[in-house]
């Protein structure tokens, strides 16, 4: 058990705990309230990102929940895939494809402006 | 390796603590995949409204919203069990009651679903 092995830990349960609020919420908030998912449209999103609540709060859980999903991948990886090889290329496939996305998401959470369409 | 279950018996007893750690497995597995299709069609958001509302489409349709009803439910079971995992973890106690902490899991689990497979199956057949 290195120090790696501990932070890894200690990492899965402080995001498990935020992401616990953030994405029970954000499912909630999509998918139960409100009419549920049928109502959300370019226009919802428009509107509830001219709010920094939400693109933080969307932010925050793009990162942690990209980062706690990865790092779960590399412990079943480790569990299942028996050759070293393989097991270095898929978890670093993950790993690549999770640094991509978290990119692809920061750029679009930062850099989506609303009033670039027209609000009708 | 696998070694047949011997004088000690198998390392896997298949009851509470196995099953709670399959289902985790399960559901975290499903949501990352899920994940990553979902952040690049967040993405297309950028693109305008036709692009992002046609992408949307696919999440509206009756069929999909039952998917999505699936996706719910393992982000509240593995948030639950997360939280089980925890008390495991850091109350000294908790491994005593092991089998109850998970059966108290699941019955948050199937007390937090009813009311969402209500309301979101009264949304899906609304809009039908």
Redesign the interface.
């Known amino acids: 058990m290195g120090g790696y092995e501990l932070w890894s830990w200690l990492f899965m349960r402080i995001s498990g705990v935020v992401l616990l609020f953030l994405a029970v919420g954000h499912v909630v908030i999509m998918h139960v309230l409100g009419g549920g998912v049928g109502r959300v449209d370019f226009k919802f999103v428009q509107l509830r990102w001219q709010s920094p609540f939400w693109r933080t709060w969307d932010w925050l859980m793009l990162s942690l929940a990209l980062f706690h999903g990865v790092n779960g991948l590399r412990t079943v990886i480790l569990d299942y895939v028996r050759s070293r090889g393989a097991r270095f290329t898929l978890t670093w496939f993950f790993n690549v494809v999770g640094l991509v996305l978290f990119a692809l998401g920061s750029v679009v959470v930062f850099t989506f402006n609303p009033a670039n369409f027209p609000t009708t | 390796m696998a070694k047949k279950a011997g004088e000690f018996g198998s390392l896997y007893r298949g009851r509470e603590g196995q099953w709670s750690w399959v289902l985790h497995?399960v559901t975290?597995?499903g949501?990352?995949l899920f994940?990553?299709a979902h952040?690049?069609d967040?993405?297309v958001?950028?693109w305008?409204?036709e692009a992002?509302?046609r992408v949307?489409s696919v999440?509206?349709n009756p069929f999909v919203?039952l998917l999505?009803?699936v996706?719910?439910a393992m982000?509240?079971y593995h948030?639950l069990n997360?939280?089980r995992i925890?008390l495991l973890?850091f109350w000294p106690n908790a491994p005593e009651y092991q089998a109850r902490l998970f059966y108290a899991t699941m019955a948050v689990f199937v007390g937090g679903m009813i009311p969402?497979i209500y309301?979101?199956g009264r949304?899906?057949i609304r809009?039908l």
Do not use: C, K, S
């Open positions: 497995r975290g597995v949501i990352i994940l990553f952040v690049v967040t993405a958001v950028g305008g409204p992002y509302n949307l999440y509206h919203q999505e009803l996706l719910v982000v509240v948030a997360g939280v925890m973890d969402i309301i979101i949304n899906v809009e």
